[in-house]
């Protein structure tokens, strides 16, 4: 669907006909009928386009991700179980034993081990660089073997920013795709491909669902890298596959080739699959994508310039600050300059206020879960990176003080009279 990003939010995906359900339709049905044994034989050989077993591919599912194409500016995309299967695909479909592949350090800690510990088991080497180090050491990383270059346009829970046009051009340079996971802008403040990223990856689990309700991913392709060009370095894309009677991807599918093979052959065998319901409420969630966004970063705004100005408060990191180092560096890339509605802080006295302020909390909650409608907490250095030293947390750009403060959409004057009482509370 053409349109603006609010208008695709609401109506984007789903387009009955005459006569069909308004809403989307979950088709809750693990297989599909066919007339006769042909038009179900040229499905298993790809001749034509069509369903026959959810965990290829489902309509709720297909529809889901149509909208979610639409909102990147992609041409492809796909859903997946789990935000961690889509960065998993993303990179698995292009990269196998004996590859290496670059990622920023400070990434979601879950995306870091499947990098730095899954995938290593299963042959695939990752280098980590710092995302803001210079283009020159960003260009001694590259290996023959290297296949992608991967960032979070704002890491979770760091808050750094990926100058997106700058490791495209490093991407394209040494002829890899950039792939970016863009989970807390959302397209609603960043589009990634309008700066040269070639594949987005989301954790559906945050903003788009948005009610903390599903687990999810998805992984859109912009259709803009060009695999023949760097043939024999993608020929999983370029060369026949055995397991699909000797078809190219590319050759069958030109912008198309990504995103299929990542269905026919990565879903087909390893099967990580969004289950239909849960498909029909992230579509729930997208329908108010773009109001929860804007009230998300307006509240989270008021939040960080109240936080600014405590005394008890050690430091603020959110990009829409003008102190912040990656303010001109959101400006330019985020709609409005407008990030997220995550927040990080620290407090004076270190690890320990962090928890006495936390634990005083009323209104935001202490959860795991981060980018969700109610306003939410957590202290990474005692909970998801507990098992780091303080200097490992370091390393990992986690100050052992930090606090990701994720910002709800209730009234700003409530989340920021809670956070002044547990102030209160911590420095009694
Ligand atoms: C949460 C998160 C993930 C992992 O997603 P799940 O849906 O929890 O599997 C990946 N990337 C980022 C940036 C995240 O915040």
């Not at 042909?38 to 069509?50: P, S, Y």
């Not at 992608?148 to 750094?160: D, H, K, Q, R, Y």
Request: aromatic share 10%; glycine share 8%.
């Amino acid at each position: 669907m053409k349109g603006n990003l609010s208008t695709i939010c609401v109506q984007g995906g789903w387009q009955p006909k005459s006569g069909e359900p308004r809403v989307l339709p979950i088709y809750q049905s693990t297989t599909f009928k066919y007339d006769t044994t042909e038009q179900m034989a040229d499905l298993f050989d790809l001749k034509t386009n069509g369903y026959f077993y959810t965990r290829l591919q489902n309509p709720t599912n297909d529809i889901v991700a149509s909208k979610i194409a639409d909102l990147e500016g992609g041409v492809a995309a796909m859903l997946t179980s789990s935000g961690q299967a889509a960065n998993f695909y993303a990179i698995f479909n292009i990269c196998e034993a004996g590859d290496h592949f670059i990622s920023t350090t400070s990434i979601y800690g879950g995306t870091y081990n499947l990098f730095a510990v899954t995938m290593k088991k299963l042959g695939i080497d990752v280098t980590f660089i710092d995302a803001d180090s210079s283009e020159e050491e960003i260009d001694k990383t590259f290996r023959p073997n290297t296949k992608a270059l991967f960032g979070e346009t704002i890491a979770n829970p760091v808050l750094s920013v990926l100058d997106i046009e700058k490791f495209a051009r490093i991407a394209h340079k040494h002829g890899v795709p950039l792939i970016v996971d863009n989970t807390f802008p959302t397209p609603i403040n960043c589009r990634p491909f309008e700066f040269g990223a070639d594949i987005v990856t989301h954790s559906t689990t945050k903003y788009m669902d948005g009610h903390a309700l599903t687990v999810g991913g998805c992984i859109v392709d912009s259709g803009n890298f060009d695999w023949e060009a760097q043939h024999d370095k993608f020929k999983g894309l370029t060369e026949p596959d055995p397991s699909y009677h000797g078809l190219a991807y590319y050759n069958s599918f030109g912008k198309g080739a990504y995103i299929t093979k990542a269905t026919v052959q990565l879903m087909r065998d390893l099967g990580s699959i969004q289950s239909p319901q849960n498909a029909f409420l992230i579509n729930l969630g997208l329908e108010t994508l773009h109001l929860r966004m804007s009230r998300h970063c307006e509240n989270a705004k008021k939040v960080a310039e109240y936080l600014e100005t405590q005394d008890q408060v050690a430091w603020v990191n959110y990009s829409s600050l003008k102190s912040s180092k990656y303010y001109e560096l959101a400006q330019k890339q985020f709609v409005n300059g407008a990030s997220c509605g995550v927040v990080t802080f620290g407090l004076k006295g270190g690890k320990e206020k962090s928890i006495k302020f936390m634990d005083s909390l009323k209104l935001a909650c202490i959860v795991t879960h981060v980018a969700d409608a109610r306003t939410s907490v957590l202290h990474p250095a005692s909970h998801t990176h507990r098992q780091l030293s303080d200097e490992q947390l370091i390393e990992a750009g986690i100050q052992p003080d930090l606090i990701r403060f994720s910002v709800g959409i209730e009234d700003a004057n409530d989340i920021i009279a809670d956070i002044e009482q547990a102030l209160a509370c911590a420095y009694k």
